[in-house]
T-cell receptor, first 118, second 111 residues
Framework: DTGVSQNPRHKITKRGQNVTFRCDPISEHNRLYWYRQTLGQGPEFLTYFQNEAQLEKSRLLSDRFSAERPKGSFSTLEIQRTEQGDSAMYLC????????????????FGEGSRLTVL | GNSVTQMEGPVTLSEEAFLTINCTYTATGYPSLFWYVQYPGEGLQLLLKATKADDKGSNKGFEATYRKETTSFHLEKGSVQVSDSAVYFCAPGGGYNKLIFGAGTRLAVHP
């Protein structure tokens, strides 16, 4: 399978615990995005990377959230001291940005990691 | 930044009915426009896209035309099937710009 892979698919945790999600993008893609989706809503942008550089962070990304992409390949999203309001589906997407695709490139999404905070 | 307004759902149709889901956007410049679909229990999938004004994106019988003058990208299908039941998201952006998604429109098609 050469699509975007996310792990774990489902995480149940108690309030106050830390959780980490991993995303493996399509191998040749240089951009990687994190979105959050709550029930009945569209995906909300959290942050994105171009290669290993984190270029933008949404105001939704509080200090408890941190994302990394250390080698420009896979990425991790960590949530510290989880709260019930963090319960959501966390979506990862990747894309290839080059001169030829600069204005046309769509995002390819993984199936998401569902977080439930009790 | 970009924003998008989508027709509220749910939309309930009988099989073979005509479908329109409205989408209007605000954006800096002229973004690409996308429709994504989320089938029950699955991830977001690209349905169709258009990259410049007057372009028509099409796929699986769905169509949408990039209307710069009305900043719209309405989704249409002439004859829906039960298998089209899903949530549909309109999103401007793409390329150098991140996608901004609407709230989604749930479509339920009954036999």
């Amino acid at each position: 399978d050469t699509g975007v892979s996310q792990n774990p698919r489902h995480k149940i945790t108690k309030r106050g615990q830390n959780v980490t999600f991993r995303c493996d993008p399509i191998s040749e893609h240089n951009r990687l995005y994190w979105y959050r989706q709550t029930l009945g809503q569209g995906p909300e942008f959290l942050t994105y990377f171009q290669n290993e550089a984190q270029l933008e962070k949404s105001r939704l990304l509080s200090d408890r959230f941190s994302a990394e992409r250390p080698k420009g390949s896979f990425s991790t999203l960590e949530i510290q001291r989880t709260e019930q309001g963090d319960s959501a589906m966390y979506l990862c997407a990747s894309s290839l940005i080059s001169g030829a695709t600069a204005n046309t490139g769509e995002l390819f999404f993984g199936e998401g990691s569902r977080l439930t905070v009790l | 930044g970009n924003s998008v307004t989508q027709m509220e759902g749910p939309v309930t149709l009988s099989e073979e009915a005509f479908l329109t889901i409205n989408c209007t956007y605000t954006a800096t410049g002229y973004p690409s426009l996308f429709w994504y679909v989320q089938y029950p229990g699955e991830g977001l999938q690209l349905l169709l896209k258009a990259t410049k004004a007057d372009d028509k994106g099409s796929n699986k019988g769905f169509e949408a035309t990039y209307r710069k003058e009305t900043t719209s990208f309405h989704l249409e299908k002439g004859s829906v099937q039960v298998s089209d039941s899903a949530v549909y998201f309109c999103a401007p952006g793409g390329g150098y710009n991140k996608l901004i998604f609407g709230a989604g429109t749930r479509l339920a098609v009954h036999p």
